[in-house]
């Protein structure tokens, strides 16, 4: 019975007759029905899949070892059948067998009646973490519907981008150029937290215009769903969920209007936007979760309020300003962010305040410290940059050791998120006192820009 062409029934045969052991002993190991077990053997039933685990356990061999052979056997030669492919493809998932649940994606989609269900599928491994599972679902259901207009499209494509993004700055705006046309083809409701997500990283990368006019889009959605809410008189309305209070997006697209308002050193417009996510007393919601965000919004209002003035020259606020965010542990770093741009500014003496959180510093750089609800790639871009400016700060003083330090910590963040911009800063920083810098910096210096040019090619 040796066959030329792997299939289970034949490694199932070797397996046994290698080892030399009997049939029923053979399913009792697998804790598998005899009866069952001669039957797929004999090729009179196919094996499901938590047969073949089983199976697969019992010949000690790694799980999904088989699944191969088995996606081969089965599927490439027959029909799909739902019942079948669905638990296989959650084992895939389960086992991060991704090439497997590649192949075996393909079949299926050759009907497209299981489009709707693959689809599903995406979504339940979408919340388990699965995400690069579902992200191979996501592409291929994408791919199979890219000449519709169906929000199943554009809702596939918005956890395309969210999988897909990456520390590299240069992907991340690829993606977000790919997403930005799918959004309005999302129901109302996603479309809050499509925009925020895109807002978001469209501000790591400095395309403020961008930002802006997504960000005023986003508010003026909000503020029309939130007046239907509350207009609507009849019981039991049906409302989509958002992932946030309505009225949380109408505050969030104030405060991105703030800070691009103050990136651009516009601080009047700054401020009027601090009043508009400070103000609540038209927030008709009072419940626990409510309050919650509303009080989150006031502290990012005030910290904003002494971070404007201070920015647009009322230097005198800064003592009471670093007192206030020390109390306040997850927004020093972004305080840091703008004192030190300050003090560049004003020529402003910061030594002892850069010394005082020194700590917050070292532990952000480690990757152990916490920015508020900031996304990651907002805190790398931030990071880099901040990191970059202290260096500055140490070495227009004439402590280029100190000074150096912190460049070439900017130059391995901006190497890693492939933030050219900042990487040249860096570069050119340590070149302009490569006469001051130590063996020690000089090594680091070659080992960063070794990484970063290996990781081009």
Known sequence: MELSIKTIRSEMYNYIKDNQIVISHFAERAGINPGSLSKIMNGVIPVPVRTLDQITEAMKLEPGALYEIYIYEFFNESSPDW???????NRCAELNKLDCLDQLVS??????????????????????????AALIIYKKVAESER??????LATCQYRIFKNSLT????INLECATL?????????EAEQLDALKDLINLLMSLHRWDKSKYLAEEMGRIAENLYQQKHKRTHKNPKLTKTEKPLFGYILYSNLILGTISEEKNDFENAINYVTRYEVH???VETDESAEATKYQFAEWAKAN????????GEVSILKEYVEYISSNENEILRALFKIVKAAEMYKLNIDSILERFEQVILNQIKGNGQVGTYT???????????????????????AYRIGINYVLESLAISAKINNTACMVRCICMFEKFRYFIDETSLKRYTTIMTIYEEGLT
């Not at 309020?305 to 647009?312: A, P, Q, V």
């Open 179 to 187: 997403f930005e046309p799918f959004i309005k083809r999302l129901g």
């Open 376 to 398: 990651a790639e907002i805190i790398d871009d931030g990071l880099a940059n901040f990191l970059a400016d202290v260096g500055s700060y140490y070495t227009k003083k004439g």
């Open 147 to 152: 000449f519709q207009h169906a929000e199943r």
């Open 83 to 89: 019942r079948r492919c669905k638990p296989l493809i």
């Open 281 to 283: 007393d038209w927030i």
């Open 167 to 170: 520390d590299n700055q240069e």
């Open 305 to 312: 309020r002494y971070l404007y003035r201070l920015i647009s």
């Open 107 to 132: 079949i299926v989609m050759d009907n497209l009646n299981y489009l709707p269900m693959l689809f599903d599928v995406a979504e339940i491994l979408n919340n388990k973490n699965y995400s690069e």
